[in-house]
C-alpha cells in the first residue's frame, strides 16, 4: 500500500469512529445544553418571602419632628410617600417599617452624664420617677410616628438601649465601671418589663401596629463611660440576664394583652449571633436551642426574627459573604421558624473606602456600597427585613454627610432649644428606595442567574441583581447594582418562553449621580444600565 492511500484510509477511519462516537453519546452530556446567553430569571426557584424595607428615626426624630410644618412636612414625604410627579418620577422612597425608639429618661435628668455635645443622642421618657406616665413625651418621636401611618406604612418596631435612668443599677443610662452585665438590680426586672409593655399598649390602643419591641440591643458591647464622658446611652446583658428578663416579658405581655413580639437577640455584629463562646454571643443557640439553659424559644410572645447589624461585617467581599451565609446556614439549621432582619446598618467603619482615598469618592459611590450590602444580605443572607440606621443625622466632621443618613439635617442652633432647621436628601436615601419603594412586603425573592458574573464575590463587586414576584399581581421586579465604570447592556433567556412582559416592557428607575429614582421605559431587549448605578426594574408578567 502506498503512503497517499495509508493517509487515505486513516483519516477515514479517523472520521467513522468521531461520528460513530457522536451517534452513542449520551443525550444528557453537558456539552449538548444549549450556552446561556443572558440573564436567567428562575421564577419558579424561590427564597424568603419580604417583610418590610424600614428606617429608624435613632434619637434624631424627636428634635426634627418638632420643627414647623414646613420644614418637616417634606422629610416625611421623602421618607414615607408611595405617590409619583407629573413624570412618574417617586416622590419618596416609600418606607414599609418604622422604627423607633422606647426612651430612657436621660433627657428628663438634670444631670444626665452625657458630654455637652452629645444633647441630641438623650431621649425623654413617658415614665417618671414617680411610676407617672405622660404620653406627651416624645413629642418628636411620636409624629414621625403618625406621618408614617399617614402615608400608609402598616407595620412599626420599637426597640430600647437601657432601662429608664431610675431603673438602672447606677442612676443612668450607660454603664459604669463597678457595674457588671445588665445596668438593672434583679429586682427592677418586672418594672422594666411592665414599663415596656405599658408603652407597647398604649400605642397599640391608638391603632399602630408594632411587630416587635427589642428589650436588649447591642448588649455585646460594654456602653461603659466615666460620668460626663457618656455619648450615648446603651447596657451590656449576658444572655442569662436577657433570657430572666423576656420570661417576665412574656408573661406581662400576656396579662396586658400586647400583641407586639418581643424580639431577641438584636445581636451588635451578625457573627455574635452564631459563634463564640463568651456569655453574651452565640445567641441562636443561647435562646433557641431546647438544651440551652437560656432556651425561650416555647414562648407565646417570643418573636420569630432574629435580628443583627451588618456593621463591621464587609472587611472584605469574601468576609461579607462568607458571615451572611453562615448566619443563613445557623438559622436553617434550627429547624425552620426562624428568619433574619437586619435592624441596622450605615457606613461604619472604614471599609467601604475599597482602598481608595475618601476624598476621590463622589456621593455615589456611598450609594453603592449600601446598595452592596443591601444586596449581600438578601441575597446571601436570606433577610426578610432590612432597616437603615438612622433616617436623620448630623454632619460634624470628614465625609460624614453621606455615610450615616438618608436625611442630612442642620438644626438652626447646636442644641436642644433649636427652634427649626434644614436639610438634604442623601443619596443613600434614594439607593434604598431603589429596594424599599418596589419590593413590597410579600414579595418573594426568587434566583436571577448572571452568566458574566457566576462566582459571587466577583458579582458583588461588579455587577449584582437580585429578583422579586408578586403570584397574586403578577409584578416582577429587578434590582441591579452596577459598579463598573461602563454601562451594560442587557439580554434575558427565554423571554416568551420562560416569562413575558405585558407590552413587552419595563419601568426603569435609576439612581446615579445625575439622577433619583428618575423613571423611564424600555422595551425588554433594549434595556441598558449606565455606569456606577443603581436600578430597578419593573414590569407585569403575562
Same mark, same amino acid.
Given at each position: ?7 487515505? &484510509? ?9 461520528? +460513530? %462516537? ?91 452624664? /452625657? ?10 421618657? /413617658? ?9 406627651? %413625651?416624645? +413629642? ?27 431603673? &438602672? ?54 456602653? =461603659? ?20 428578663? &423576656? ?8 396579662? %396586658? ?13 451578625? &457573627? ?9 454571643t452565640n445567641q441562636i443557640d443561647a435562646f433557641f436551642n431546647p438544651s440551652s ?16 447589624? !451588618? ?20 438559622? +436553617? ?29 463622589? +456621593? ?40 450615616? $443618613? ?6 438652626? !442652633? ?23 419603594? /418596589? ?75 445625575? =439622577? ?6 424600555? $422595551? ?19
Open positions: 500500500m502506498n503512503s497517499n492511500k495509508t493517509v487515505f &484510509t486513516l483519516l477515514l477511519i479517523a472520521i467513522l469512529w468521531g461520528c +460513530e %462516537k457522536d451517534n452513542f453519546t449520551d443525550p444528557n452530556d453537558p456539552k449538548f445544553e444549549p450556552e446561556i446567553q443572558g440573564i436567567a430569571l428562575n421564577l419558579q426557584n424561590t427564597f424568603q418571602t419580604m417583610d418590610h424595607f424600614g428606617a429608624s428615626g435613632g434619637f434624631q426624630d424627636q428634635w426634627v419632628g418638632k420643627w414647623p410644618n414646613s420644614s418637616k412636612e417634606p422629610i416625611a414625604k421623602l421618607l414615607f410617600s408611595s405617590e409619583t410627579d407629573g413624570e412618574g418620577n417617586p416622590e419618596g422612597i416609600g418606607l414599609s417599617l418604622w422604627r423607633t425608639i422606647i426612651g430612657d429618661g436621660a433627657a428628663d435628668q438634670v444631670e444626665s452624664g /452625657f458630654t455637652p455635645n452629645s444633647w441630641f443622642r438623650e431621649t425623654e421618657c /413617658f415614665l417618671d420617677e414617680e411610676g407617672v406616665y405622660d404620653y406627651t %413625651k416624645q +413629642e418628636g418621636e411620636q409624629w414621625f410616628l403618625s406621618k408614617a401611618r399617614e402615608y400608609g406604612v402598616t407595620k412599626f418596631s420599637a426597640w430600647a438601649t437601657t432601662p429608664p435612668y431610675f431603673m &438602672t443599677e447606677n442612676g443612668y443610662t450607660f454603664r459604669t465601671d463597678e457595674v457588671n452585665g445588665f445596668n438593672c438590680p434583679e429586682e427592677n426586672y418586672e418594672a422594666y418589663a411592665t414599663f415596656l409593655a405599658d408603652v407597647l399598649k398604649n400605642y397599640e390602643d391608638q391603632g399602630y401596629n408594632f411587630e416587635t419591641v427589642c428589650a436588649f440591643n447591642e448588649t455585646q458591647y460594654e456602653w =461603659s463611660f466615666a460620668i460626663g464622658e457618656a455619648s450615648q446611652s446603651g447596657t451590656q446583658a449576658f444572655n442569662s440576664e436577657v433570657a430572666t428578663v &423576656t420570661r417576665i416579658m412574656d408573661g406581662i405581655f400576656t396579662e %396586658k394583652g400586647v400583641n407586639a413580639k418581643i424580639m431577641i437577640p438584636e445581636a451588635a455584629q451578625l &457573627t455574635y449571633l452564631y459563634e463564640g463562646n463568651q456569655n453574651t439553659e437560656h432556651y425561650v424559644g416555647d414562648l407565646d410572645n417570643l418573636s420569630s426574627h432574629v435580628a443583627g447589624h !451588618s456593621y463591621f461585617s464587609n472587611s472584605t467581599t469574601n468576609q461579607s459573604l462568607t458571615q451572611r451565609k453562615s448566619l443563613r446556614s445557623k438559622i +436553617e439549621g434550627t429547624g425552620g421558624g426562624l428568619d433574619y432582619w437586619q435592624t441596622e446598618y450605615s457606613l461604619l467603619g472604614a471599609a467601604y473606602q475599597q482602598g481608595q482615598d475618601p476624598s476621590t469618592l463622589e +456621593e455615589i459611590d456611598y450609594a453603592l456600597w449600601l446598595s452592596r450590602i443591601i444586596h449581600t444580605d438578601l441575597v446571601h443572607g436570606n433577610a426578610t427585613g432590612w432597616s437603615f440606621w438612622t433616617a436623620l443625622n448630623q454632619s460634624t466632621f470628614g465625609d460624614h454627610p453621606f455615610r450615616f $443618613n438618608l436625611i442630612l439635617y442642620e438644626p438652626n !442652633s447646636d442644641g436642644p432649644s433649636h427652634t427649626d432647621g434644614t436639610f438634604y436628601d442623601v443619596k443613600n436615601l434614594w439607593a434604598l428606595g431603589n429596594f424599599s419603594r /418596589f419590593v413590597r412586603p410579600g414579595m418573594v425573592r426568587f434566583e436571577v442567574v448572571d452568566p458574566d458574573f457566576t462566582d459571587d464575590n466577583e458579582a458583588a463587586e461588579n455587577f449584582m441583581i437580585s429578583g422579586y414576584t408578586d403570584a397574586t399581581s403578577k409584578e416582577i421586579v429587578l434590582v441591579l447594582i452596577n459598579n463598573l465604570e461602563e454601562s451594560r447592556k442587557l439580554n434575558f433567556e427565554g423571554y416568551a418562553e420562560l416569562f413575558e412582559l405585558e407590552n413587552d416592557s419595563f419601568d426603569v428607575y435609576t439612581t446615579s449621580m445625575s =439622577s433619583n429614582l428618575k423613571k423611564s421605559t424600555v $422595551n425588554y431587549d433594549n434595556v441598558n444600565i449606565p455606569p456606577k448605578s443603581i436600578v430597578t426594574l419593573t414590569g407585569k408578567l403575562e
